[in-house]
């Protein structure tokens, strides 16, 4: 008996791979902002990976609540 799946394994490893690439990319670029602005390097990575959870929380929950403004939010007190 075998399960059908969405993805096969391998394609699931190859998606991860680009997710990983993708966030690894983003919270470099945030961090290497912080540091520009006279951030200390693990204060910058730990404030960079907050900032893309908060961002990708927002995003999720405001796709669930089918309210835009959650994400809005998020954006704008990050901006500050």
């Known amino acids: 008996m075998s399960k059908s799946t969405l ?3 391998s ?4 998606f991860h ?4 690439q993708l966030f690894e990319t983003w919270i470099a670029a945030i961090t290497a902002v912080l540091m520009k602005e006279g951030m200390e390097e693990n204060v910058a990575k730990q ?6 959870i908060l961002v990708q929380g927002s995003l999720i929950l405001s796709q669930g609540l089918n309210d835009v403004q ?7 007190e990050l901006v500050k």
């Not at 394609?11 to 190859?14: E, K, L, T």
């Not at 791979?17 to 990983?20: G, L, R, S, T, V």
């Open 11 to 14: 394609d699931r490893d190859a």
């Open 47 to 52: 404030q960079a990976e907050k900032a893309v």
């Open 70 to 76: 959650v994400f809005k939010r998020i954006i704008g």
């Open 17 to 20: 791979a680009q997710i990983q």
């Open 7 to 9: 993805l096969s394994v």
